[in-house]
C-alpha cells in the first residue's frame, strides 16, 4: 500500500509535519515550551503564556505575515513559519541590550526630544527597532484580500463552548439554524447549524436602533478571509479564562496561565514542565492537581487554601504554602525558582520549579458586551465586569443575549443557561429558578493581596502590560504625575494598547489604581472596547468593502 505523502510546513529552516487540525504550536512543544519571540521594547525572551489565542507570547511570521498565533494556527503543506522581533536570532537577540540599558523604562512617548531636530530620525530609529515584527509582504497582503466569507441567520451563537453547544442544540431542536462561530480550529460540528471555526468577530457600530433590526459582526478567518455576519439575534457564549499575575520578572519563559498549562497537556504533546509551582487554591487549582499533579511540586496560594485542596495535594504529597505573596522568578531563558514570602512580614523561601502555573481567579470574556454597548456591572468574586443579565440570559441590549461563565453564572447553571436562552430567543418559555452568579457584593482577595505586594523590596521586571512591556514603575510615575482612571492611565503610558485588548493587564491594573487612587476598582472606569476583539489583518478588513452595506435600522 502506497502511504500518502505527508505535508510539511518549515521552521527555522527545519521541516516539521504538518497533521490536520494540529497548530504550529502543538509540533513545537514536542521538543519543550519554546520561546519563540522577542518583547516589543525591552527584547525580553517570550513563551507562549495562555495557550487559547488571547496573550503575545507565541506570535510568529507566517508565509510573509506578521503576528500570527502559533497556538491558533494550523500550517499546510509548504507554510514558512519563522520568529519575529530578533536579531540576529531569538535565542542570541543583541537588541536584548535595551532590557539592560532602560532600567527604568524606555520613554519613548515623552523622551527623545531633545534636540528638536534630531527627534524625527529617534522616532524613525526607535520604530525600527520596537513593536510588532514587520509589516506584511506583498504577496500575504494580496492573499488577504480574496473573497471574504458572507453570513446571515435569524441567531449568531459567538463561542462554540459547553454552554454555545447547548444552545446551538437546543435551537436546532426548535427548528432553527443558527450559525456557531469559535476562534479555535478544532470545533466539532452540531447537527443542524452552521459552524464556523477558526473565526473572530467583532460588532461593526453602530448598532442597530430599531427593534429587530440585525447586528452586524465583521472578523476573520484563518488563514485568510475577511468575514461579515448579520443577525438580528445574537448569543454570546465567549467563556473565561485564566488571570495574569504581577510579580517580578512574571513575563519570564515557564510562566503560563492554567489555560495554557492544561490545553498543551491535553494537547498530546508531553507536559511542557516536570516541577511546576502552582499558584492559587480553588477550583481550577485542582483540575491542575488532578491531571497533572506528577508535574507539580508545590501549591501556594494567595489566602487561606480549601480543605478539598489540601486533601488532593496531601494525598499527592505536594506541600502547600498558604497566605503567601509570589515576589519573582529567577532563572535566565526559563523559570528556575520562585521566591515566595508569607504574608504579614513574613519570611521568604525559594522553590525551585521549572514553570509557575497561575490558577488564581477566572475572568470572563466580556469585551462584545461592552461594544454591543450592554449595561455591565462590577463584581467582587473575580473583580471584574459582567453584562446585567435576567434569568432568561437577556442583556440590556435588545436582541443581546449572555449565557455560560462569560454572563457571570458559575457551576452547572453556566451551561444549563444555554438552554434557557434558546427558549427565551425562540418564544418559548423554561422555568427560570434564580442562577448561582459571580459574587457582586465586598471586596476581591486579590486587593488586599495587591497592597501588601506593592510594599515588598522588587527584584527584577514588573510587566504591568506584557504586550506593549508597560513597566509597574511606569504605571506609579503616572499616578504621581496626578492621571486618575484607567483609561487616562492607558492614553498616558500605553496599558492596554496591546494586542490582547488587555484582557491581562486590565484586571490587574484595576485592583493596583484602585489602591493608588484610594477608591473602589468600580470607580477606576474601563477603557473603552474597540473593535476588533481580536487581531485582525487589515487587508482582510478591507475585502469586505463593496459587501458592506448599511443593515436596516442602522
Ligand atoms: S500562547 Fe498563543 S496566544 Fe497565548
Given at each position: 500500500?502506497?502511504?500518502p505523502?505527508?505535508?510539511?510546513?518549515?521552521?527555522?529552516?527545519?521541516?516539521h509535519?504538518?497533521?490536520p487540525?494540529?497548530?504550529?504550536?502543538?509540533?513545537l512543544?514536542?521538543?519543550?515550551l519554546?520561546s519563540?519571540?522577542?518583547?516589543?521594547?525591552?527584547?525580553?525572551?517570550r513563551?507562549p503564556?495562555?495557550?487559547?489565542?488571547?496573550?503575545?507570547?507565541?506570535l510568529?511570521?507566517?508565509n510573509?505575515?506578521?503576528?500570527?498565533?502559533a497556538?491558533?494556527?494550523?500550517?499546510?503543506e509548504g507554510?514558512?513559519?519563522?520568529t519575529?522581533?530578533?536579531?540576529?536570532?531569538?535565542?542570541?537577540?543583541?537588541?536584548?541590550?535595551?532590557?539592560?540599558?532602560?532600567?527604568?523604562?524606555?520613554?519613548?512617548?515623552?523622551?527623545?526630544?531633545?534636540?528638536?531636530?534630531m527627534?524625527?530620525?529617534?522616532?524613525?530609529?526607535?520604530?525600527r527597532?520596537?513593536?510588532?515584527?514587520?509589516?506584511?509582504?506583498?504577496?500575504?497582503?494580496?492573499?488577504?484580500?480574496?473573497?471574504?466569507?458572507?453570513?446571515?441567520?435569524?441567531?449568531?451563537?459567538v463561542?462554540?463552548?459547553?454552554?454555545?453547544?447547548?444552545?446551538?442544540e437546543?435551537?436546532?431542536?426548535?427548528?432553527?439554524?443558527?450559525?456557531?462561530l469559535?476562534?479555535?480550529?478544532?470545533?466539532?460540528?452540531?447537527?443542524?447549524?452552521?459552524?464556523?471555526?477558526?473565526?473572530?468577530?467583532?460588532?461593526?457600530?453602530?448598532?442597530?436602533?430599531?427593534?429587530?433590526?440585525?447586528?452586524?459582526?465583521?472578523?476573520y478567518?484563518?488563514?485568510?478571509?475577511?468575514?461579515?455576519?448579520?443577525?438580528?439575534?445574537?448569543?454570546?457564549?465567549?467563556g473565561?479564562?485564566d488571570?495574569?499575575?504581577?510579580f517580578?520578572?512574571?513575563?519570564?519563559?515557564?510562566?503560563?496561565?492554567?489555560?495554557?498549562?492544561?490545553?498543551?497537556?491535553?494537547?498530546g504533546?508531553?507536559a511542557?514542565?516536570?516541577?511546576?509551582?502552582?499558584?492559587?487554591?480553588?477550583?481550577?487549582?485542582r483540575?491542575v492537581?488532578?491531571?497533572?499533579?506528577?508535574?507539580?511540586?508545590?501549591?501556594?496560594?494567595?489566602g487561606?487554601?480549601?480543605?478539598?485542596?489540601v486533601?488532593?495535594?496531601?494525598?499527592?504529597?505536594?506541600?502547600?504554602?498558604?497566605?503567601?505573596?509570589?515576589?519573582?522568578?529567577?532563572?535566565?531563558?526559563r523559570?528556575?525558582?520562585?521566591?515566595?514570602?508569607?504574608?504579614?512580614?513574613g519570611?521568604?523561601?525559594?522553590?525551585?520549579?521549572?514553570?509557575?502555573?497561575?490558577?488564581?481567579?477566572r475572568?470572563?470574556?466580556?469585551?462584545?458586551?461592552?461594544?454591543?454597548?450592554?449595561?455591565?456591572?462590577?463584581?467582587?468574586?473575580?473583580?471584574?465586569?459582567?453584562?446585567?443579565?435576567?434569568d432568561?440570559?437577556?442583556?440590556?441590549?435588545?436582541?443581546?443575549?449572555?449565557?455560560?461563565?462569560?454572563?457571570?453564572?458559575?457551576?452547572?447553571?453556566?451551561?444549563?443557561?444555554?438552554?434557557?436562552?434558546?427558549?427565551?430567543?425562540?418564544?418559548?418559555?423554561?422555568?427560570?429558578?434564580?442562577?448561582?452568579?459571580?459574587?457582586?457584593?465586598?471586596?476581591?482577595?486579590?486587593e488586599?493581596y495587591?497592597?501588601?505586594?506593592?510594599?515588598?523590596?522588587?527584584?527584577?521586571?514588573?510587566?504591568?502590560?506584557?504586550?506593549?512591556?508597560?513597566?509597574?514603575?511606569?504605571?506609579?510615575?503616572?499616578?504621581?504625575?496626578?492621571?486618575?482612571g484607567?483609561?487616562?492611565?492607558?492614553?498616558?503610558?500605553?496599558?492596554?494598547?496591546?494586542?490582547c485588548?488587555?484582557?491581562?493587564?486590565?484586571?490587574?491594573?484595576?485592583l493596583?489604581?484602585?489602591?493608588?487612587?484610594?477608591?473602589?476598582?468600580?470607580?477606576?472606569?474601563?477603557?473603552?472596547?474597540?473593535?476588533?476583539?481580536?487581531?485582525?489583518?487589515?487587508?482582510?478588513?478591507?475585502?469586505?468593502d463593496?459587501?458592506l452595506?448599511?443593515?436596516?435600522?442602522?
Open positions: 500500500m502506497v502511504e505523502s505527508r505535508s510539511r510546513f518549515w521552521f527555522e529552516g527545519r521541516s509535519d504538518a497533521e487540525g494540529r497548530t504550529v504550536l502543538d509540533r512543544l514536542r521538543h519543550g519554546p519563540l519571540q522577542r518583547s516589543p521594547r525591552y527584547h525580553r525572551p513563551a503564556f495562555c495557550g487559547i489565542g488571547q496573550c503575545t507570547g507565541c510568529v511570521r507566517v510573509g505575515r506578521p503576528n500570527v498565533r497556538c491558533r494556527y494550523v500550517p499546510g507554510d514558512r513559519v519563522e519575529e522581533n530578533a536579531w540576529p536570532s531569538r535565542r542570541f537577540d543583541l537588541l536584548a541590550a535595551f532590557d539592560v540599558m532602560f532600567p527604568n523604562g524606555i520613554d519613548t512617548l515623552h523622551g527623545f526630544r531633545r534636540p528638536a531636530f527627534t524625527p530620525l529617534y522616532h524613525r530609529v526607535i520604530r527597532l520596537a513593536g510588532y515584527g514587520q509589516p506584511p509582504s506583498r504577496e500575504s497582503a494580496t492573499e488577504l484580500r480574496g473573497p471574504p466569507r458572507v453570513g446571515s441567520a435569524d441567531v449568531l451563537i463561542g462554540a463552548g459547553r454552554s454555545g453547544r447547548v444552545a446551538a437546543a435551537l436546532v431542536a426548535e427548528g432553527r439554524h443558527p450559525i456557531l469559535d476562534r479555535r480550529a478544532d470545533v466539532a460540528p452540531v447537527a443542524g447549524a452552521d459552524v464556523w471555526a477558526s473565526t473572530t468577530a467583532s460588532f461593526l457600530p453602530p448598532r442597530p436602533s430599531t427593534p429587530g433590526a440585525a447586528f452586524d459582526l465583521i472578523g478567518t484563518e488563514p485568510a478571509r475577511g468575514v461579515l455576519v448579520r443577525a438580528p439575534q445574537v448569543i454570546v457564549a465567549t473565561s479564562y488571570a495574569s499575575l504581577l517580578g520578572s512574571n513575563d519570564r519563559p515557564g510562566v503560563l496561565t492554567g489555560d495554557g498549562a492544561l490545553g498543551f497537556a491535553r494537547s504533546s508531553p511542557p514542565f516536570h516541577h511546576a509551582v502552582v499558584f492559587g487554591a480553588g477550583d481550577r487549582a483540575v492537581l488532578d491531571e497533572l499533579g506528577d508535574h507539580v511540586s508545590a501549591l501556594v496560594a494567595p487561606e487554601i480549601p480543605p478539598e485542596t486533601r488532593v495535594a496531601s494525598a499527592a504529597g505536594i506541600p502547600l504554602y498558604p497566605r503567601s505573596l509570589l515576589c519573582t522568578t529567577e532563572g535566565r531563558s523559570v528556575r525558582a520562585v521566591e515566595i514570602r508569607a504574608r504579614g512580614n519570611s521568604s523561601t525559594r522553590l525551585e520549579c521549572d514553570a509557575v502555573v497561575l490558577v488564581h481567579r475572568l470572563p470574556n466580556g469585551q462584545l458586551f461592552f461594544q454591543a454597548g450592554a449595561r455591565m456591572n462590577w463584581r467582587a468574586g473575580t473583580g471584574s465586569y459582567y453584562p446585567v443579565v435576567g432568561d440570559g437577556a442583556t440590556s441590549v435588545p436582541g443581546l443575549w449572555a449565557i455560560g461563565s462569560a454572563s457571570g453564572t458559575v457551576g452547572a447553571a453556566s451551561v444549563g443557561s444555554g438552554e434557557r436562552v434558546a427558549a427565551a430567543v425562540t418564544g418559548g418559555s423554561l422555568p427560570l429558578s434564580p442562577l448561582e452568579r459571580v459574587r457582586s457584593d465586598g471586596s476581591n482577595e486579590l488586599g495587591y497592597r501588601e505586594l506593592v510594599r515588598i523590596p522588587r527584584r527584577g521586571r514588573w510587566i504591568a502590560c506584557p504586550c506593549e512591556d508597560v513597566l509597574l514603575e511606569e504605571i506609579e510615575q503616572t499616578t504621581r504625575a496626578g492621571y486618575r484607567v483609561e487616562v492611565v492607558k492614553r498616558y503610558s500605553g496599558l492596554g494598547t496591546g494586542l485588548q488587555g484582557r491581562y493587564c486590565l484586571p490587574d491594573a484595576l493596583l489604581l484602585s489602591i493608588a487612587e484610594g477608591r473602589p476598582p468600580s470607580e477606576v472606569g474601563y477603557i473603552t472596547q474597540r473593535p476588533p476583539v481580536h487581531p485582525t489583518p487589515i487587508a482582510a478588513l478591507a475585502a469586505l463593496g459587501v452595506t448599511p443593515a436596516e435600522g442602522t
